[in-house]
């Protein structure tokens, strides 16, 4: 099946500072989905992204697609103590179901 | 209302005996699934089920077997637990391949 590298493993930020999780295909991709994962939680979507070049925000959040449907990043900007979790993409569906990368922890010192 | 519910939220046992946990969702989904994530966070899925197919990964080892009494039902047993076993398990359901999944809260497995 379809994999994904996502990067970094874990980010240390000041509260107030930006954070940015990236991930990356070597496969063109249908689509890329996003999800949050609070500590001691369950994995809640929070978007997915579809066409070439996609930009979407939800508030501080900013999500993208590359052009050529292999990457794709998240962006935080001003970080709050709230936005501490684990962050993971998720690609594929179908008879493979859906494959999480190993996320990225973000961890937020007041 | 819960959407995914999962029981029981914690379950410690000795290594080799029978466990199951189940799982229900009121979402009217069609695919349900099995995911397991291990101490580092790394989730994996372990199979997937709708009406029509059950898609197991293959590096799941056969003491484990879904079981699905109907669309909204969706159960894993586990048949002589190791300690490797240990994780916490979630459930999940879609709409469809592709659609957003709807976790359930989790089981954290403990074999001992």
């Known amino acids: 099946g379809q994999q994904v590298m996502q990067i970094p493993q874990y980010q240390h930020v000041q509260e107030g500072e930006d954070f940015t999780t990236y991930c990356n295909s070597s496969?063109?991709?249908?689509?890329i989905q996003w999800y949050k994962q609070r500590p001691g939680g369950h994995p809640v979507f929070l978007i997915q992204?579809?066409?070439?070049?996609e930009v979407k925000k939800q508030k501080r959040l900013t999500f993208q697609f590359g052009e050529a449907k292999k990457n794709s990043s998240l962006h935080i900007t001003a970080t709050q103590t709230t936005d501490v979790g684990t962050y993971f993409c998720?690609?594929?569906?179908?008879?493979?179901?859906?494959?999480f990368g190993k996320g990225t922890h973000l961890i937020i010192q007041p | 209302d819960t959407a995914v519910s999962q029981t029981p939220k914690y379950l410690v046992t000795q290594m080799g005996n029978d466990k199951s946990i189940k799982c229900e969702q009121n979402l009217g989904h069609d695919t349900m699934y099995w995911y397991k994530q291990d101490s580092k966070k790394f989730l994996k899925i372990m199979f997937s089920y709708n009406n029509k197919e059950l898609i197991i990964n293959e590096t799941v080892p056969n003491r484990f077997s879904p079981k699905s009494p109907d669309k909204a039902h969706l159960n894993l047993h586990i048949n002589s637990l190791e300690l490797g076993d240990s994780a916490v398990y979630f459930c999940?359901?879609?709409?469809?391949?592709?659609?957003?999944?709807?976790f359930g809260n989790g089981t954290r497995l403990t074999v001992t």
């Open positions: 998720v690609i594929g569906g179908g008879a493979d179901g859906l494959t």
């Open positions: 999940a359901s879609s709409q469809r391949d592709h659609s957003p999944l709807h």
């Open positions: 496969t063109t991709l249908s689509n």
């Open positions: 992204l579809v066409k070439s070049g």
